[in-house]
């Protein structure tokens, strides 16, 4: 999967998850505000992360996560080293 079908395929699933239109999912935009996330759906974020990508993600992982590309390069990085 090339780094742009997994942008995609993060894009998609967020915005069906989540409720909201995918063209608000853009890479500067602020993913918790977007989203409208609260706690408890940060641990939707992370289920759905772990089912879609197969890695397991920390609270440590989302601690810098502050857009939607912060996320993007997350899960990149984390499928690169599953490799």
Known sequence: M?????IEKIRTTLAEEFEVDIDVIQPDA???ET???DS???V????LVEKNFGFNVTGQDFAGIKTFQDFYDLVITRMQEAK
């Open 2 to 6: 090339t780094n742009e079908e997994i």
């Open 30 to 32: 602020p993913l918790m």
């Open 35 to 37: 989203l409208e996330l």
């Open 40 to 42: 408890l759906d940060l």
């Open 44 to 47: 939707d974020m992370v289920v």
